[in-house]
């Protein structure tokens, strides 16, 4: 099956600076790459995804990025602030007969220092 | 967005006693739902993915017997822990994929900590 791996497990910067997080995935099977922001105790809210016939999209302050070839997909986050912080999982899936079985990564906890 | 709603979102229950959560899609239809167990700092776990009117199919490592699920219609699925005991005692979330959306989005009920004494 799937197997997602997620660095780094923790992460602080300073708000305004940038944060990376990167993922892996095994299955060159898998075509979609959401990514989850999860405060505490919520749920786990969609904030961009990424399909295998594109190599990266942008949301205003966040993007995405795959590399197919390597089976990696990162996620970028520019001019952070306080309320970015959160855990952040990555997942992976194949859209096998409609149905999206995700493989989470162990997630990320982003810390923005004010 | 599509709203799914859990219930409950917290429980407290004597060790032995049984537990049902319910994941509700209220705006959309939902063909397959998933159900996710969530320790503390760790990642969501798949238990099970659950398919409208077929047995649900369960993740390795996991109960069946233990974790009964059913669902029965395109917008309820339900999860009940059956026997609980403390081991029990985690965040449980489900997810729901729109029946009639080829995005492969998935959206999640609110969770529910259940806490077996």
């Known amino acids: 099956g799937e197997n997602v791996e997620q660095h780094p497990s923790t992460l602080s910067v300073q708000e305004g600076d940038s944060a990376v997080i990167k993922c892996t995935y095994s299955?060159?099977?898998?075509?979609?790459f959401p990514w989850y922001k999860q405060e505490l105790g919520k749920r786990p809210q969609l904030i961009i995804d990424?399909?295998?016939?594109?190599g990266e999209k942008k949301d205003q302050r966040i993007a995405v990025t795959l590399n197919k070839t390597a089976k990696h997909f990162s996620l970028h986050i520019t001019e952070t602030q306080p309320e970015d912080s959160a855990v952040y999982f990555c997942?992976?899936?194949?859209?096998?007969?409609?149905?999206?079985?995700?493989?989470f990564g162990k997630g990320t906890k982003l810390s923005v220092i004010p | 967005g599509a709203v799914v709603s859990q219930h409950p979102s917290r429980v407290i229950c004597k060790s032995g006693t049984s537990v049902k959560i319910e994941c509700r899609s209220l705006?959309?239809?939902?063909?397959?739902m998933f159900w996710y167990r969530q320790f503390p700092k760790q990642s969501l776990m798949l238990m099970a993915t659950?398919?409208?009117?077929?047995?649900?199919?369960?993740e390795q490592g996991v109960e069946k017997d233990k974790f009964l699920i059913n669902h029965a219609s395109l917008t309820l699925s339900t999860l009940t822990v059956t026997s609980a005991h403390p081991e029990d005692s985690s965040f449980y979330i489900c997810?729901?994929?729109?029946?009639?959306?080829?995005?492969?989005?998935?959206?999640f009920g609110e969770g529910s900590r259940l806490t077996v004494l």
């Open positions: 997942a992976a899936s194949y859209s096998g007969a409609g149905s999206y079985q995700l493989t």
């Open positions: 997810s729901a994929q729109n029946a009639w959306g080829d995005t492969g989005e998935l959206f």
């Open positions: 299955d060159s099977a898998s075509n979609y």
């Open positions: 705006d959309f239809q939902a063909t397959t």
């Open positions: 990424i399909r295998s016939n594109v």
């Open positions: 659950s398919n409208e009117g077929s047995k649900a199919t369960y």
